[in-house]
């Protein structure tokens, strides 16, 4: 079955740069299927931020303008989110996940929780 | 970009009480899904399109709407179901999470 894990620094200083490694397994990213990114804010509102699809495009949420991309490494089976200028509002629980047929965001992640702190 | 609006934003139910929550579209959408989300775990896939079950969902829980008002009911509240549960649109972009519902036993 196919299994998600998001890595990546748990602390981020204003300003700076946030990035997050999705690592998948029991599926190839490049088969089918979008492989999104969503994350769940402090007050627990989720945010849909964006995709990869099979074919390597991206869809990205607009309220993240141009800070956010989302690129992939096939050899490693891996996506990757990279959020620019983070504020102490992009401090979040991030989570990857997948659809399946018909099902939403049928699989996700553990989930990993990002600080943004000076 | 399509807001979804649910209500109550808490809620707390006895055992064997009937529960409906409500997740109201500011557009129409042609489907809704719903998640459950327990503390300290990953949100979880519960009904699609509208009244399909994910797999592994007790049939006491049930989906239902159209348009721009849809809903969850539990026909009888039991422990396991106290959770927070999130409506999901997928009609428009950018995709579109309601604010959550509380479910808290009673």
């Known amino acids: 079955e196919v299994q998600l894990q998001e890595s990546g620094p748990g602390l981020v200083k204003p300003s700076q740069s946030l990035s997050l490694t999705c690592s998948v397994t029991?599926?190839?990213?490049?088969?089918?299927?979008?492989w999104n990114w969503i994350r769940k804010f402090p007050g627990n509102k989720l945010e849909w931020m964006g995709y990869?699809?099979?074919?390597?495009?991206?869809n990205y949420n607009p309220s993240l303008k141009s800070r956010i991309s989302i690129t992939r490494d096939t050899s490693k089976n891996q996506f990757f989110l990279q959020v620019n200028s983070v504020t102490t509002e992009d401090t979040a629980t991030y989570y990857c996940a997948r659809q399946t047929t018909g099902i939403p965001f049928a699989y996700w992640g553990q989930g990993t929780l990002v600080t943004v702190s000076s | 970009e399509i807001v979804l609006t649910q209500s109550p934003t808490t809620m707390a139910a006895s055992p064997g009480e009937k529960v409906t929550i409500t997740c109201r579209a500011s557009?129409?959408?042609?489907?809704m899904h719903w998640f459950q989300q327990k503390s300290g775990t990953s949100p979880k896939p519960w009904i699609y399109d509208t009244s399909k079950l994910a797999s592994g969902v007790p049939d006491r829980f049930s989906g239902s709407g159209s348009g721009t008002s849809y809903s969850l009911t539990i026909s009888s509240m039991e422990a396991e179901d106290a959770a927070t549960y999130y409506c999901?649109?997928?009609?428009?972009?950018?995709?579109?999470f309601g604010g959550g519902t509380k479910l808290e036993l009673k």
């Open positions: 557009s129409s959408v042609s489907y």
């Open positions: 990869i699809n099979s074919a390597g495009s991206t």
């Open positions: 999901l649109q997928r009609s428009s972009y950018p995709w579109t």
């Open positions: 029991g599926y190839s990213i490049t088969s089918s299927y979008r």
